[in-house]
């Protein structure tokens, strides 16, 4: 569970387009639920899938700036611009950040894509609309229910928001244990 997949000397098969190399799914899990919003893109379209976060609307450097301020473990954001191919603002070049996980088995992926939308959220509240019930839907789903969206509406900070769901965590990995291949 310690290894990286390319410390197992095995050969990457992509299980999707979007997941070329065996770093690909860490990064899914950072922005897969953020894409699923559809309000902007997460490279989808691009050379690297799921390492970016853009839309016309943000400025990347000060979105990097304040993601930086939380001190996330093994991960770090530049500020970035992208055309992506397909998908959306295809043939665009698109302002946002790129995320560089320098660190795979100490970065939180949920924890790094919470921060994300939490800080989107406080820079361009009208632009992240946690209400719409299509959104609201769509998050309760990826992230086991309505509290972690709540929380983001109500402005808790990132810290409070990983405390409070660390008892449905160690629910969940208690329940996991029987289903494990390998300790």
Do not use: C
């Not at 990457?12 to 893109?41: Q, R």
């Not at 993601?67 to 070049?93: A, C, E, H, M």
């Amino acid at each position: 569970r310690a290894f990286d997949y390319r410390e197992t000397m095995l050969h990457w098969v992509p299980p999707s387009d979007h997941l070329p190399e065996p770093d690909s799914p860490s990064y899914y899990a950072i922005t897969g639920f953020l894409g699923e919003m559809g309000i902007f893109s997460t490279g989808v379209g691009y050379t690297r899938p799921f390492h970016y976060i853009l839309a016309p609307w943000i400025d990347g450097e000060l979105l990097a700036a304040k993601l930086s301020k939380y001190n996330l473990p093994g991960v770090r954001f530049i500020p970035s611009l992208v055309k992506p191919y397909y998908g959306l603002y295809q043939q665009k070049t698109i302002p946002g950040i790129e995320i560089i996980i320098r660190d795979n088995i100490n970065f939180d992926p949920v924890l790094t894509g919470i921060a994300i939308i939490r800080t989107l959220r406080e820079l361009y509240p009208i632009k992240i609309p946690l209400e719409h019930p299509a959104i609201s839907e769509g998050l309760d789903t990826l992230l086991g229910g309505p509290s972690v969206r709540n929380a983001l509406i109500a402005g808790t900070p990132l810290m409070r928001i990983l405390t409070d769901w660390q008892p449905h965590l160690e629910e969940y990995r208690k329940k996991r244990r029987s289903f494990m291949i390998y300790p």
